[in-house]
Structures are given as C-alpha cells and as structure tokens.
C-alpha cells in the first residue's frame, strides 16, 4: 500500500509539472463577472453624474454585467478618490469625476490623496462645455464692453460656483488669467444656492453647463461659451470666448474614470473598447447631445495619463496666480 502511495504521488507531480510546462493552468475568468460598482465624485443630477450614467448605461451592455452608479460627493472628490484607492484593484470598483481631480494639491494640500499615487487612468468619458451667464443689471451691452467695465471697476464684480475646484470655479479663474480682470470668487455648497444669488443681483456672473433654475426668469444673460473652435450646439447664437478675441480660452466640466493603482492594463482596455462602442452608437450620441455633453477626442489610458498631468499643471498655475485658492 505504501508503494502504491508513492507511486500515485509521483504520478501526481508529474502531471502537475506537464500542467505548468503546457499552460494546462485553471483558466481565469473573463472579466467581468459581476457588477461594476461606479464611484460617482458628484451628486445626482450634476454633469458628472450624468455624463456617466449616460455612457455606462451602453457600457453595461457590451460588458455583459449591471454598473451600479453609487453617488458620493464631498471634500473636493477626495471621499470618492479614497474609496475607490482603498478598493481592489480588479476593475469592480471604479471612479468617475470631473476637473476637480486636477486640482486637489493646490486646492487640497493637506489631503493624503495622490491621483497620480493612487490611481488608475482608464478614460476620459465626456466633457460638458459652460456658458457665461450675467446678471443683467452689470454693465456693459456686449463683451467689449463688459471687459472695458470690469477693468476699470477692479475687484467689484463677483463670480459663483458649487465650491472650489469645481468647472465653474476653474473656468473663472482661467478667464481673470487669461483677460487680465480681477474678480472676487464666492465659493457656494450647491449651484441652486449660487443660481438663486445670480437671480437676485448679490453675484454678478457664474459659469453654468446648463441654465437649471435660470431658464426663464429674465434676469441673466449669456456672454460667451467656453469651447475653442466651433460653437456649442446648446447655445448656437452665443459667441466663444475664442471668437470675442480671447484666443485659446477652453475649460468644460471633462469627465473621467479610473480604478486603483495596479489595475491590471487589460481591464482598462476592456473598459475603453466598451466605452468606445457606447460613443459610437447613435442613440447614446443623440442622449449626449440633448444635454449638451461633448464626446471625448481621445479615450483610453494613455491619453488620460499625459492629460491628467498637463491639467494639473495648467490649473495649479492658474490657481497659485490668481490666488483663488484662499
């Protein structure tokens, strides 16, 4: 019996050594196998959020699997940027979020949150380009105007946005750089509460990708569309900033997705391949284009890479120069 044990053993290693030399191994499941949990940097309602349930709605279809949007907002993103850091790196819990990522050291410098530390690029997902809206009692008939007013009238008008870091937050700050125009920021917890103040003449202008409970009441008007080159098609009779002269001004609410570090490349390919089916499918560019969302001109991780770190660059500068860090 002892024999016949040895024997068997040897038999046994034997084949387990033939498995390893001929890939004969348990193969891995494809992924993935069950639902995607999405981080969602943002409340519900917001562009983020709805940027990304747009597209992973298509997502989920080429996956196979359910994608679960969980909302958590807060802290410049740095809650949803510990979740998903904290999380395992298989692709079952990832992070959408906007431009507030590229801001966090400047804005955030206590933070223990690293992007580049602790996260995975996967893919830009859709930016949503911002209209300059006034209060229609600040002077100035056109832009010219307007910028002639602001100048001469340094440091006394006001813009709003839901906090520091947001798109609204940073496409002002860009335009005092890139105009020469000092502005005082009013930082807000929502952007309901900052609209109401544009409403009632106590801010003099916001930055908006959508109108929400502006739509009617008479008392804004829009100035020019954050996009360089062609118009955006939600406010087509509106100007670029570029076309009124300030060359090369952009800032959009641009989305993005990640997983944690050490994600393994495959699954950012996946996801990109599933993202890329998603924008070419004309029901989800129809849905895209009724909010005013606009397809991203590049996807996948290595264009977020390199684009993650000109943002953070471009916009710690402009934020250190305009000392709207205060």
Same mark, same amino acid.
């Given at each position: 019996m002892a024999r016949l044990s040895r024997s068997l053993s040897r038999i046994f290693a034997v084949v387990a050594a033939v498995a390893l030399t001929t890939g004969l191994q348990p193969a891995q499941a494809a992924y993935p196998e069950r639902t995607i949990t999405i981080?969602? +940097?943002?409340?519900?309602?917001?562009?983020?959020?709805?940027?990304t349930r747009i597209i992973t709605d298509h997502m989920s279809k080429t996956l196979g699997q359910n994608i679960v949007v969980q909302n958590e907002p807060g802290a410049g993103g740095t809650l949803a940027i510990n979740t998903v850091a904290k999380a395992a790196p298989d692709g079952y819990t990832l992070l959408t979020i906007g431009p507030t990522v590229s801001t966090l050291a400047e804005l955030f410098p206590n933070t223990k949150v690293d992007v580049i530390r602790d996260l995975q690029p996967v893919s830009v997902i859709g930016a949503t380009p911002m209209v300059l809206m006034m209060h229609k009692d600040v002077p100035g008939a056109d832009y010219a105007s307007f910028l002639a007013y602001t100048k001469s009238h340094s440091g006394?008008?006001?813009?709003?946005s839901n906090?520091?870091?947001s798109a609204g937050h940073l496409a002002g700050s860009l335009f005092k750089k890139m105009a020469g125009?000092?502005?005082?920021?009013?930082?807000? &917890?929502?952007?309901?509460?900052?609209?109401?103040?544009?409403?009632?003449?106590?801010?003099?202008?916001?930055?908006?990708?959508?109108l929400g409970?502006? +739509?009617g009441?008479?008392?804004?008007?829009?100035?020019?569309?954050?996009?360089?080159?062609?118009?955006?098609?939600?406010f087509p009779d509106v100007p670029t900033f570029d076309e009124l002269g300030l060359k090369g001004y952009e800032a959009t609410t641009w989305v993005s997705m990640y997983g944690p570090k050490s994600a393994p490349k495959e699954?950012?390919? &996946?996801?990109?391949?599933?993202?890329?089916?998603?924008?070419?499918?004309?029901?989800v560019q129809k849905r895209l284009d009724q909010v005013g969302i606009v397809k991203p001109r590049t996807t996948g991780p290595a264009f977020l890479e390199k684009y993650l770190k000109d943002e953070i660059e471009k916009w710690n500068d402009i934020l250190r120069t305009t000392k709207d860090t205060d």
């Open positions: 981080v969602c +940097a943002s409340g519900a309602g917001g562009a983020v959020d709805v940027t006394e008008l006001t813009f709003a906090g520091r870091g125009v000092d502005l005082r920021y009013i930082p807000y &917890r929502t952007t309901p509460q900052a609209t109401a103040d544009l409403i009632g003449g106590r801010i003099s202008m916001i930055w908006l990708s959508s409970n502006l +739509a009441t008479g008392a804004v008007r829009p100035v020019a569309v954050t996009l360089t080159g062609e118009r955006w098609n939600q699954i950012a390919e &996946r996801l990109t391949a599933a993202l890329n089916a998603a924008l070419a499918d004309p029901a």
